[in-house]
């Protein structure tokens, strides 16, 4: 799994740079690859199961639908980017925050800039395979099965 | 085992408890006891007569109705049909045929009916004709038989007698069967119905010249009798004030010939002493349009209770009488004895809830929610609801489904106006559908949603759904939805 999800975060949105090879390292040693990914995995899931089996509302139009994909978008950005910070700027691996505290290796510019990196992606990522929860969920929803249309 | 239960309804008291009859049966009420099939037979000769009318029309849309739902387990649940639909066995309605024809009542006169006019001043006729005069007063000659007997039961007494001869009669003979019962609404203190009454017992009794008058004769007669229970606001033909003395002649005249003699299984009396409701005075015709009443509602009861009792009648006359619980001028469900109370509350209601909710409630979920969409991508067809917006704009739901439930809605209305009054129900609106019944305050959401959420579960409910039967899963949604809400928050008697 963090073979997969670093694969997804490293060809497909190209996150990844042989010069901080230490942060990489570091997600992929200390399932940091797995957290990203579950987190745009399972919060989408909960979200939609929220949103097709639990939402007793019978008169969902489309911008309800929209404003929910809108709000587990945001959930997955923080918490992507809340993981992300966590995972990289608060570890307790000793050779990644001595590169980070060390202003000429250029690691703390970049390692600041990955939690919204990784964030953005989750997003995407959240937006594409929340559509396709949708899409499957809404044929055995008994109230929104009509939404997003 | 298949039953059918014949309710002769004679006279404008008959026909507005046969509509009270038909609004329990559209609510989901049932007969029981294996009577499948309740074939109305309204004997008035005042086919003009707005209440007449107004009912015919009220079966007429029943039918149709139903004839648009594939099994009707709730609403609509009983059957009703007409004489000729059951000998020519056709499904096309009618309501016509819910009335039986009396010949020469259309454009004579009485004296002109009875040959009073052929009759010569002639000695040798003479004394015919001033027997005649002894009998009847020159108004009952000169009456017009299109608008009625107005109060006059012994002119009734004549015209209804060519009624057994009549094809409808014949074909009543022809269709009835083993187990079939017969229920018989009628007035005493007016003039159709307190000389129909005897008249059509005595043949059922006694007349063998009608088809199976051996299973006639031995079948369970049940009857309905109405004492006085309201006024007039003039009285000129037709006179309030007789009104009790009439009854007290007649219920003497039934008591010698019919219920000493064991002629009935049971007879129901009701009526309203003192009451205080004045209907407008009107003779008949277009203009006697009665407002519905309670007491109406409660005969309908009667034909239950008798239906519910068949299989234990006595041989002897028993007489019931109908009393509530509570001596109240201000009836609601609680005031009833807790059998009626259980009988008419969750139908009531939850047919009421229905009405309502497609006059106030559907506006907000037509092409919103999903019980009312027909075009939801992605899914299968059996998903799809067939309660789209076509369909609540189709002539079959605007001149059918929103006609009946505007009838019943009157219905509810005039009795509420009437006197006593009969008034289970709060005036609602969207927002709080749900305190729909007087004195419950059910707690939550009062509005029309939890009945909009229940149709979603419902939608996608093999057994509600029939294509063929347009009526079908509007109906028995509905009869499903409104039960859930209305148990859930304990509205319901039961």
């Known amino acids: ?149 | 085992m298949s039953r059918k239960l014949y309710i002769f309804a004679i006279g404008g008291t008959g026909t507005r408890v046969l509509k009270a009859l038909t609004m329990l049966f559209a609510s989901g009420v049932k007969t029981g006891n294996g009577f499948d099939t309740v074939i109305p037979i309204i004997i008035d000769p005042d086919t003009g007569n707005g209440d007449l009318n107004r009912t015919k029309d009220i079966l007429r849309l029943y039918q149709e109705i139903r004839n648009q739902v594939e099994l009707p387990d709730d609403f609509y649940a009983q059957e009703i049909r007409t004489i000729n639909e059951i000998t020519v066995n056709t499904p096309a309605v009618n309501p016509d045929y819910f009335q039986f024809k009396l010949k020469n009542t259309d454009t004579n006169t009485f004296n002109q009916y009875i040959g009073f006019d052929s009759l010569s001043e002639d000695i040798s006729e003479i004394d015919d004709k001033n027997f005649v005069r002894l009998l009847y007063s020159a108004q009952n000659l000169r009456s017009n038989l299109d608008v009625g007997f107005k109060g006059n039961p012994n002119m009734g007494s004549i015209i209804l007698n060519q009624f057994t001869n009549s094809e409808d009669f014949k074909k009543f003979g022809q269709t009835f069967g083993d187990d079939d019962a017969i229920f018989i609404v009628n007035s005493i203190f007016g003039g159709t119905g307190a000389a129909g009454f005897p008249l059509l017992l005595k043949n059922f009794r006694g007349n063998t010249n009608i088809t199976n008058h051996i299973k006639i004769r031995v079948a369970p007669i049940g009857g309905i009798t109405y004492l006085p229970y309201f006024s007039l606001t003039r009285n000129e033909e037709v006179n309030a004030e007789t009104f009790e003395e009439k009854a007290k002649i007649a219920i003497d005249y039934y008591n010698r010939t019919i219920i000493s003699l064991n002629q009935i299984n049971t007879l129901y009396f009701i009526g309203n002493r003192g009451n205080t409701n004045q209907e407008e005075y009107a003779v008949g015709g277009q203009e006697q349009r009665n407002k519905a009443h309670f007491l109406e509602m409660a005969g309908a009861l009667a034909i239950l209770d008798f239906c519910k009792n068949i299989n234990s009648v006595p041989q002897t006359t028993q007489i019931k009488e109908f009393g509530i619980e509570h001596d109240t001028q201000n009836i609601s469900f609680t005031d009833l004895n807790i059998e009626n109370a259980k009988q008419l509350s969750a139908p009531l209601t939850k047919f009421h809830l229905y009405t309502e909710y497609l006059n106030k409630g559907l506006s907000r979920s037509l092409n919103t929610a999903r019980w009312t969409k027909s075009n939801i991508k992605l899914v299968r067809g059996n998903k799809q609801s067939l309660l789209d917006r076509n369909y609540f704009n189709s002539a079959e739901y605007n001149t059918q489904i929103k006609s009946f439930n505007n009838y019943f809605e009157e219905w509810i209305k005039e009795m509420k106006e009437n006197k006593p009054v009969f008034s289970p129900f709060e005036e609602i609106t969207a927002d709080n559908a749900l305190e729909i019944v007087k004195g419950q305050t059910p707690k939550g959401d009062k509005s029309f949603k939890a009945l909009d959420i229940q149709n979603c579960l419902l939608t996608d409910n093999i057994s509600i759904r029939n294509k063929e039967k347009k009526h079908t899963m509007l109906i028995k949604m509905f009869g499903r939805s409104t039960d859930r809400v209305l148990s859930k928050r304990n509205l319901l008697i039961r």
Do not use: R
């Open chain 1, 1 to 149: 799994m963090n073979e997969f999800f670093g694969t997804i975060y490293d060809s497909v949105f190209g996150i990844f740079d042989n010069l901080y090879f230490l942060i990489f390292q570091h997600l992929y040693e200390n399932g940091g690859y797995i957290k990203l990914g579950l987190s745009f995995v399972l919060i989408p899931f909960v979200c939609w199961i929220l949103f097709y089996y639990l939402w007793k509302y019978p008169y969902g139009k489309l911008w309800h639908w929209l404003v929910w994909m809108a709000l587990t978008v945001l959930i997955v950005f923080g918490t992507t980017y809340g993981i992300a910070n966590t995972e990289i700027l608060g570890s307790d691996n000793q050779a990644l925050n001595e590169a980070i505290a060390d202003a000429g290796t250029g690691y703390a510019d970049y390692a600041a800039s990955l939690p919204l990196k990784y964030a953005l992606a989750n997003s995407l990522l959240a937006l594409i395979i929340g559509f396709i929860y949708s899409l499957i969920m809404k044929q055995f929803s008994k109230i929104q099965i009509h939404l997003p249309f």
